[in-house]
């Protein structure tokens, strides 16, 4: 059944109701038309609830806006949604990426994640090629999709928005990556799936990164907004040593805007429910609104905590990701870097839920702690144990 309006209603009573589902949900391709945004396709839907989300289909069909009864949820970055055409990626040292840095989520990889790398390139057995430089984050973010399709999909009486489209990121004598992207929400639900597969297209052995940067903006970040998740050991801090209480900031609950904040990064060891489940919340109790973001432990096993908390560009984010914080020489080092035959893929599922109420917290709060209960302390000392990453061959 559709749940709409305080009721539960069959196909046929919305169908009697309306001359089209989408007087009260759907999904509908368009074209922004002005600065920076203009020409970007964009897929927005509604899900009757006060839901509201658009999907940046030149943009690696990622998350920009989100929305509840009005109340924003993802953040918009004052470099706005810039069109991936005027993208620079080796821009600025490998910082251009900040200048498409927008949107409640920005899809980082899909060979490299984190801060900019040269690597070895002797795997794509190309002379000129000797190194392989990685920009902040990695390539696929600005990336055009192509839409393989959307629209609406009845079963029964349930009904599902959905899109789904292939982002490619190849090159000659180098990687041939598909990210296959499909992202569904009920009508009547306040809930998005997103579904990711990344294929070894080529015949390459090919590593393989993947981020999600899933950034939340205010009201939901506000002044005593609480950081909810699992965690069983806070294991690295940016801003560890003698700076880590400079900025009066600790992991768990967020202050007001600042001036001159420098941007504080956390790794957590995340605990996972029985079925392999880790969910991560920000809320804000003051006005019972909050978003819950779940992953899986088995497909990414390390969890980020992003706060910038700066004037202008106040946003807090949640990162889950296959490799730890140190980036790709730690992987390599370690023996926990994906590798990828021709083929051979790596599948993402990811829920993303609006908190809508004080009793919606909770749940989400007691689950949380159920599983594991965080530090009490703002500042934990970080133990430096980073936890290993198993089953990293290639079809693992």
Request: glycine fraction near 12%; include cysteine.
């Amino acid at each position: 059944m559709v749940q709409l309006f305080g009721r539960a209603m069959t196909r046929r009573e919305v169908a009697e109701t309306s001359g089209m589902l989408s007087q009260y949900a759907g999904v509908r391709l368009m074209t922004l038309g002005d600065g920076l945004e203009r020409g970007i396709r964009m897929l927005e839907f509604r899900t009757g609830t006060g839901l509201r989300f658009t999907v940046l289909v030149d943009r690696a069909l990622d998350i920009a806006d989100c929305e509840h009864k009005g109340r924003a949820v993802g953040w918009h970055s004052p470099a706005g949604f810039r069109n991936a055409f005027l993208h620079e990626y080796e821009g600025e040292g490998g910082l251009a990426w900040l200048r498409s840095f927008s949107g409640l989520i920005v899809t980082c990889g899909l060979d490299h994640t984190l801060f900019m790398d040269d690597d070895d390139a002797g795997h794509y057995v190309y002379g000129p090629r000797e190194k392989i430089s990685s920009s902040l984050h990695g390539r696929i973010g600005t990336i055009p999709a192509r839409l393989t399709g959307y629209g609406e999909r009845w079963d029964g009486d349930r009904c599902f928005l959905w899109c789904e489209g292939v982002v490619q990121q190849s090159t000659v004598f180098g990687e041939d990556l598909h990210l296959i992207r499909r992202i569904e929400a009920e009508v009547g639900s306040d809930e998005i799936h997103l579904h990711d597969r990344v294929v070894n297209h080529g015949f390459y052995r090919t590593p393989h990164m993947l981020v999600y940067h899933i950034n939340v903006g205010h009201p939901v970040v506000a002044e005593g907004s609480r950081y909810l998740a699992p965690v069983k050991d806070v294991v690295w801090a940016a801003h560890a040593g003698d700076a880590y209480r400079k900025q009066g900031v600790g992991y768990r609950t967020l202050p007001a805007p600042q001036r001159d904040f420098h941007e504080q990064v956390w790794q957590h060891d995340i605990a996972a429910d029985g079925n392999g489940a880790v969910p991560v919340a920000l809320v804000n109790d003051a006005l019972g609104f909050g978003v819950q973001v779940e992953t899986r432990k088995n497909q990414f096993p390390c969890q980020f905590e992003w706060q910038n908390l700066q004037a202008g560009q106040y946003a807090l984010g949640i990162e889950p990701s296959t490799n730890h914080v140190l980036g790709k020489p730690f992987a390599k080092d370690r023996g926990e870097l994906i590798w990828l035959e021709h083929g051979e893929e790596r599948r993402y599922d990811t829920v993303f839920s609006i908190l809508d109420s004080t009793d919606a917290i909770a749940a989400a709060e007691a689950r949380i702690t159920g599983l594991a209960q965080q530090p009490e302390a703002d500042f934990p000392e970080p133990s430096g144990n980073f936890p290993p990453i198993g089953g990293r061959e290639a079809g693992a």
